[in-house]
């Protein structure tokens, strides 16, 4: 089974279904992204302790950068001298950017918001800013990403009703702008210069009818090459972020790949593939590793306890990382323990390489037609291991 054209620029084609679960390649002038994936976050132009070497490793086939913090450092015209960050950063495959939006409502120390944008103090000095629609895509097509993501603002996941459709309604009319703009710098650039795909984000908070109403408003100001949902997994229970997936599923456009903003633990991510969603992305497998935390089959562990001071075995006996390939649990403890920089690198290779090759079997489920099987037994192995290691000595 195949939707849409094969091929051109943008173009998504889904090869396999099962349910609202789809197996789709999205199409970019770097490269091809096979869907359902997952996006490794290179906030400031790197996924922190890793190479873009070792992401190629990995498999990652496109990452994440951010418009805000790439915007304050290293600055535009460092990225534009650079000739873009995929040059500054040596990333030969597809980037996408969050346009800052999230970022400037929650990093900012002092933000002011009014119709026309968001002005603000950076976090790291206190400097003045402000962003607009049209600045933010302008910003972005400095950076040079293959994706670009549309204004918006972000509402609370328990916003109150009044402060959702005063976030729903900013953000449609921000889109407008966006669009605009992404039109403007499309007409008079070719080439590198040309600014990259425009997706739309859609709001609504917690509340189904501000979803349904937002996402139909968001279409038809298209067409899009894609569509992303935000304002989930801000602070809403799991519960209300599926309910609003399962309203959501089949409003979306079939042809369109669907991208759920800021989500990367296993378990939601494999449940959002059941409900139709096709992108990932979340600083979670590396904030996680960073701690000493490693997602494996059988649930999260905390790698710096103590009953793993002689063990020998790998971190996931099913993982293929450099991590699980050559180190065991004994030697990663005693990294981080130590305080060893490697102990680091080691659990976020391991952990992002975890959620790409989850999403990569998900994909292969889809495509065998028995998606819906394995990922039950999946997630019922992951949960039930998940709590085993709570309250742990790590002395």
């Given at each position: 089974m195949t939707d849409g054209a094969a091929g051109g620029e943008g173009a998504f084609t889904i090869e396999g279904r099962e349910g609202a679960?789809?197996?789709?390649?999205?199409?970019?002038?770097?490269?091809?992204?096979?869907?359902?994936?997952?996006?490794?976050?290179?906030?400031?132009?790197?996924?922190?302790?890793?190479s873009s070497r070792d992401?190629?490793?990995?498999?990652?086939?496109?990452?994440?950068?951010?418009?805000?913090?790439?915007?304050?450092?290293?600055?535009?015209?460092?990225?534009?001298?650079?000739?873009?960050?995929?040059?500054?950063?040596?990333?030969?495959?597809?980037?996408?950017?969050?346009?800052?939006?999230?970022?400037?409502?929650?990093?900012?120390?002092?933000?002011?918001?009014?119709?026309?944008?968001?002005?603000?103090?950076?976090?790291?000095?206190?400097?003045?800013?402000?962003?607009?629609?049209?600045?933010?895509?302008?910003?972005?097509?400095?950076?040079?990403?293959?994706?670009?993501?549309?204004?918006?603002?972000?509402?609370?996941?328990?916003?109150?009703?009044?402060?959702?459709?005063?976030?729903?309604?900013?953000?449609?009319?921000?889109?407008?702008?966006?669009?605009?703009?992404?039109?403007?710098?499309?007409?008079?650039?070719?080439?590198?210069?040309?600014?990259?795909?425009?997706?739309?984000?859609?709001?609504?908070?917690?509340?189904?009818?501000?979803?349904?109403?937002?996402?139909?408003?968001?279409?038809?100001?298209?067409?899009?090459?894609?569509?992303?949902?935000?304002?989930?997994?801000?602070?809403?229970?799991k519960g209300i972020t599926l309910g609003i997936l399962d309203a959501c599923e089949s409003h979306l456009p079939t042809e369109l790949p669907r991208y759920l903003m800021g989500v990367g633990y296993p378990d939601d991510i494999l449940e959002a593939v059941r409900r139709g969603v096709d992108m990932f992305d979340c600083v979670a497998p590396t904030r996680n590793g960073r701690n000493g935390t490693a997602f494996t089959e059988e649930g999260q562990v905390n790698v710096r306890g103590a009953r793993f001071a002689g063990d020998g075995g790998p971190l996931d006996p099913t993982c293929d990382c450099e991590c699980c390939r050559g180190y065991s649990r004994a030697y990663v403890r005693h990294l981080l323990v130590c305080g060893e920089i490697l102990g680091l690198k080691l659990l976020s290779v391991h952990n992002l390489r975890f959620l790409i090759r989850l999403t990569s079997r998900a994909r292969a489920a889809i495509l065998r037609g028995d998606f819906e099987s394995w990922a039950g037994a999946w997630l019922e192995r992951y949960r039930s291991g998940g709590s085993r290691n709570e309250g742990e000595s790590q002395c």
């Amino acid at each position: 089974m195949t939707d849409g054209a094969a091929g051109g620029e943008g173009a998504f084609t889904i090869e396999g279904r099962e349910g609202a679960a789809r197996a789709g390649t999205l199409h970019l002038g770097r490269g091809r992204v096979h869907t359902p994936t997952f996006m490794p976050v290179g906030t400031l132009g790197t996924v922190k302790a890793l190479s873009s070497r070792d992401l190629e490793d990995l498999e990652a086939e496109i990452v994440l950068g951010n418009a805000y913090h790439l915007y304050l450092r290293p600055g535009l015209e460092v990225l534009e001298n650079a000739g873009g960050l995929h040059r500054f950063m040596s990333w030969r495959r597809p980037i996408l950017t969050d346009s800052g939006g999230f970022q400037v409502f929650s990093l900012a120390r002092i933000r002011a918001i009014d119709d026309e944008g968001v002005t603000f103090r950076s976090h790291i000095d206190g400097s003045l800013h402000r962003i607009t629609p049209e600045r933010s895509i302008d910003i972005q097509t400095v950076i040079g990403s293959d994706i670009q993501m549309a204004f918006d603002e972000c509402a609370p996941g328990e916003a109150d009703r009044d402060a959702a459709r005063a976030a729903v309604e900013r953000s449609l009319a921000w889109l407008v702008r966006c669009r605009r703009r992404h039109a403007e710098l499309a007409a008079r650039s070719a080439g590198d210069g040309a600014p990259g795909l425009l997706f739309p984000i859609f709001q609504g908070a917690s509340y189904v009818d501000l979803r349904l109403e937002s996402l139909e408003r968001t279409l038809a100001r298209g067409p899009w090459p894609g569509i992303a949902i935000g304002g989930l997994s801000v602070g809403e229970s799991k519960g209300i972020t599926l309910g609003i997936l399962d309203a959501c599923e089949s409003h979306l456009p079939t042809e369109l790949p669907r991208y759920l903003m800021g989500v990367g633990y296993p378990d939601d991510i494999l449940e959002a593939v059941r409900r139709g969603v096709d992108m990932f992305d979340c600083v979670a497998p590396t904030r996680n590793g960073r701690n000493g935390t490693a997602f494996t089959e059988e649930g999260q562990v905390n790698v710096r306890g103590a009953r793993f001071a002689g063990d020998g075995g790998p971190l996931d006996p099913t993982c293929d990382c450099e991590c699980c390939r050559g180190y065991s649990r004994a030697y990663v403890r005693h990294l981080l323990v130590c305080g060893e920089i490697l102990g680091l690198k080691l659990l976020s290779v391991h952990n992002l390489r975890f959620l790409i090759r989850l999403t990569s079997r998900a994909r292969a489920a889809i495509l065998r037609g028995d998606f819906e099987s394995w990922a039950g037994a999946w997630l019922e192995r992951y949960r039930s291991g998940g709590s085993r290691n709570e309250g742990e000595s790590q002395c």
